[in-house]
């Protein structure tokens, strides 16, 4: 069974902090991996994704994920958060070829001024 | 830039009713999806489709049916709806389904009374 699991439903922080977002995966072979953001009330937005090569990904506004094979995981990071960063992360999965992705639960994201 | 457009916003319906759900996009994207979000249950795929006219089920298609007549429609039908269901229903579409970079619509919102 292939899944995508977050372990932290919520996580807070202070503008200016920076903030790390967990994701691991079970998948056989090739993987498609990718995070996006669901701001209140919308539909959820691409931020980044990783299929091979670098291991660290660049996305947009300053969000950043790093592939991990030995430790299955795909986390997102962002150095200096702003209060717009407020919003719930869903990390997702796929194999090439495959039938669509699979999301995990989601992290919701809670800046402070 | 394309969007996708889902409609209505909102719906209200009641037990047993049949309600259907509609998705436009104007990407001119082959894949599109439907995927049904709860709270703390992350993204759950109902149905799929690579092309005009066909179907794929995804893991919680029981209760749904969809249909794809046009390129860039795609509805979703809930057959019979159960009483106090509440849940969004997020339509999204892809180039194909190896490219990993869907493009969501804003959402459905569900109750039933």
């Known amino acids: 069974t292939q899944t995508v699991s977050q372990s932290d439903a919520h996580v807070t922080v202070f503008e200016g902090d920076s903030v790390e977002l967990r994701c691991n995966y079970s998948y056989g072979g090739s993987i498609y991996l990718s995070w996006y953001i669901q701001h209140h009330g919308r539909g959820l937005q691409f931020l980044l994704k990783?299929?091979?090569?670098?291991?660290v990904v660049q996305g947009v506004n300053g969000f950043e994920a790093e592939f991990s094979k030995s430790d299955s995981s795909f986390h997102l990071r962002k150095a200096s958060v702003h209060w717009s960063d407020s919003a719930v992360y869903f990390c997702?999965?796929?194999?090439?070829?495959?039938?669509?992705?699979?999301f995990g639960t989601g992290t919701t994201v809670s800046v402070s001024p | 830039g394309g969007i996708i457009t889902q409609t209505p916003k909102f719906l209200i319906g009641q037990e047993g009713q049949k309600l259907t759900l509609k998705c436009q996009q104007n990407?001119?994207?082959?894949?599109m999806y439907w995927y049904r979000q709860d709270s703390g249950k992350g993204l759950r795929l109902i149905y799929y489709s690579i092309t005009e006219n066909d179907l794929q089920k995804g893991d919680l298609s029981e209760g749904y049916d969809a249909s794809r007549e046009k390129k860039s429609s795609f509805s979703l039908t809930v057959t019979s709806a159960q009483k106090n269901e509440m849940a969004v229903f997020l339509c999204?579409?892809?180039?194909?389904?190896?490219?990993?970079?869907?493009?969501f619509g804003a959402g459905t919102r569900l109750s039933v009374l």
């Open positions: 999204a579409s892809s180039h194909d389904t190896s490219q990993n970079t869907l493009y």
């Open positions: 997702a999965a796929s194999s090439p070829g495959g039938r669509a992705l699979i």
């Open positions: 990407f001119n994207h082959d894949t």
């Open positions: 990783y299929y091979s090569g670098n291991p």
